[in-house]
């Protein structure tokens, strides 16, 4: 007889963390898999070093639960003001090893590493079996549908033209700071005039340390780094570790699920009589030439995710978080950031706990 679990995360990244202690701090038996050697995800593995999604726009807590108690535990700092919105810097390791910490002294929970999904069977409706377990419910949490791809469930794509991938990278020894519009258009310039791609810096915790965001290609880093070094005062002595390079894919995969979140939901605010989850990040499209452009939401307005949207559409033990979740374009452009994926994550792990308890099968 092969081993049960009640409910199976696939992704360890800020969703699946947050999916996998919810269902397990729920009661049922959960076990998160990843193809990684380790849970962090994008948030704790491609140079990120910002929180987004966290706060309203007067840098209140939109979500309590385990949101709030993930990010209490990795924040060093009060949230920081960028323009019209608050995020919250961190350190990735710490990030990576909050993560750990949380599996590790969860009760019920157990987690398998570079472990792929694999081997998924679909009977009657539902998800039995995956990697060899007989399994109650499965939350994707993959960033890419991977669950859904495998059974062929619907799958609504994100597109790169409107979500470009960026080159993550860290810049060290910046004898200049970079806190406004004018600070950072005075590099931008200075680059774009000399043909590079847009690079996008935000300041770290560590001090004299940017997380750089290039729209370019990997290989034209040094050369983006020896420009610098020559032409723009601050950047004189400026450093960055190759090694630690990662290009990041905004763009996903969402599952359709019993509701579909749209672009008007998130501009107008909409509240659900279902809602798991707030946000009030604006829709953030970065096209294909690494160009932001931001849709703010109205001042003091936030919108909420309903519990439809993190169930699949004709998959009855199926749910998901994080970037996987029901949306369209435009509202996963906002829905995507990491402290809207805590929430998801959090929600969809109580849900499927709901579902396994209820069920018959049990
Ligand atoms: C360039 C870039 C910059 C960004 N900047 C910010 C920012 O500053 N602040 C912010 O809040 N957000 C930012 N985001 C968005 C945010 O980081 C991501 O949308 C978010 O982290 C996604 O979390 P997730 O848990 O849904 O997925 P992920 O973090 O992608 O985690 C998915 C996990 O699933 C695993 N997995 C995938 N396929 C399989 C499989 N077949 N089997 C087993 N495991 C699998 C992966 O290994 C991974 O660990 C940025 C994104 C990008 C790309």
């Known amino acids: 007889m092969s081993a049960r679990v009640d409910i199976a995360v696939i992704g360890s990244g800020a969703a699946g963390i947050a999916a996998g202690v919810c269902a397990a701090r729920s009661g049922c038996s959960t076990l998160i898999l990843d193809s990684r050697a380790a849970p962090g995800g994008i948030g704790g593995f491609s140079g990120i070093t910002t929180l987004c999604g966290l706060y309203d726009d007067a840098g209140k807590f939109l979500n309590d639960g385990f949101t709030h108690e993930f990010a209490q535990a990795v924040a060093e700092s009060l949230p920081v003001k960028m323009g019209k919105v608050f995020v919250l810097p961190y350190r990735p390791k710490n990030f990576r090893s909050l993560a750990e910490k949380f599996i590790s002294n969860t009760s019920h929970l157990g987690a398998q590493w570079k472990t792929p999904l694999a081997d998924v069977v679909f009977d009657g409706g539902r998800i039995t079996r995956l990697n060899g377990f007989e399994v109650g419910a499965v939350i994707d949490c993959s960033g890419a549908a991977e669950v859904a791809k495998a059974i062929g469930a619907e799958t609504l794509a994100t597109d790169e033209t409107t979500q470009a991938s960026a080159v993550v990278f860290t810049l060290c020894n910046v004898r200049r700071p970079i806190a406004t519009a004018a600070d950072m258009a005075h590099v931008l310039l200075r680059l774009a005039r000399a043909g590079f791609a847009p690079l996008n810096l935000q300041a770290s915790l560590e001090p004299d340390t940017f997380t750089a965001k290039f729209a370019g290609r990997a290989a034209q880093v040094p050369e ?139």
């Open 224 to 362: 983006l780094i020896t420009f610098l070094r020559a032409n723009v005062r601050g950047f004189e002595e400026c450093l960055t570790s190759l090694d630690d390079m990662t290009t990041a894919h905004r763009a996903g995969r969402m599952i359709v699920g019993q509701y579909v979140l749209t672009g008007q939901d998130v501009m107008t605010g909409r509240k659900f009589p279902d809602a798991v989850a707030r946000c009030a990040w604006p829709i953030e499209q970065w096209n294909a030439a690494g160009v932001v452009s931001f849709q703010f939401l109205p001042p003091g307005i936030h919108y909420q995710i309903p519990a439809r949207s993190l169930r699949a559409a004709h998959v009855a033990n199926l749910f998901m978080a994080g970037k996987t979740i029901s949306a369209e374009v435009d509202a996963i452009a906002s829905a995507r950031v990491m402290g809207c994926c805590l929430a998801t994550g959090a929600a969809a792990g109580i849900l499927a706990a709901d579902y396994v308890k209820s069920s018959p099968l049990r």
